[in-house]
């Protein structure tokens, strides 16, 4: 079964640091290029970062750039999301998902979710 | 940077069929992929590349794209389709993947 599971979350005071993690299974990760996407309460759904399958290019949302960092272990399965210098704003839900091989475009859709870990920022 | 537009929410009685858009600048030019999320759950892929659907996904659920406009269509909307769609596109200009704020739909 295609899965992903994060973890990491928890409460964290404004201006603390993080590090969340996914671990993938049932499929080959080392192909796909990875995804965190973030989900404040009550609102939206927003991209936070992505990689590439040898992690060589990375992009960012551009509030969270320079404060996140995002890498992989393909060898462990494993993405990861370094969250520094933690903001009221950053409290959400932080899902790792999976951009499929459908399309052959640069970037792909995100086919596959995890079902999150909660970041809480206090002041 | 890129912005996608939704209604807030959208209304359909039950066999009936929802509309739900998705506005950006010559959105045509761009392959739009559409999520469903239902309370307390995660995303869930059902549409990509404007009209493609992945495995699992019924029938009723289809797309369009054309002009400054993408269109998740759900034919014999059910009570199972209530939930909150989003559209999602790639921004090749400031290289960031972008959401649209989200319709909900009730039926």
């Known amino acids: 079964e295609v899965q992903l599971e994060e973890s990491g979350g928890g409460l964290v005071q404004s201006g603390g640091s993080l590090r969340l993690s996914c671990t993938a299974s049932?499929?080959?990760?080392?192909?796909?290029?990875m995804a965190w996407v973030r989900q404040a309460p009550g609102q939206g759904l927003e991209w936070v970062a992505n990689i590439n399958q040898e992690g060589s290019e990375k992009h960012y949302l551009g509030s969270v750039r320079g404060r996140f960092t995002i890498s992989r272990d393909n060898a462990e399965n494993s993405l990861h999301l370094e969250v520094h210098s933690l903001r009221g704003e950053d409290t959400a839900v932080y899902f790792c998902a999976r951009q499929g091989v459908l399309t052959g475009y640069y970037q792909e859709p995100l086919d596959i979710w995890g079902q999150g870990t909660t970041v809480t920022v206090s002041s | 940077s890129y912005v996608l537009t939704q209604p807030p929410s959208v209304s359909v009685a039950p066999g009936q069929t929802a509309r739900i858009t998705c506005g950006g600048n010559n959105i045509a030019s761009k392959s739009v992929n559409w999520y469903q999320q239902k309370p307390g759950q995660a995303p869930v892929m059902v549409v990509y590349d404007d009209g493609d659907r992945p495995s699992g996904i019924p029938e009723r659920f289809s797309g369009s794209n054309s002009g400054n406009t993408a269109t998740l269509i759900i034919n014999n909307i059910e009570a199972g389709d209530e939930a909150d769609y989003y559209c999602?596109?790639?921004?090749?200009?400031?290289?960031?993947?972008?959401f649209g704020s989200g319709t909900e739909v009730t039926v």
């Open positions: 999602q596109v790639w921004d090749s200009s400031s290289y960031q993947h972008v």
């Open positions: 049932g499929f080959a990760f080392s192909r796909s290029w």
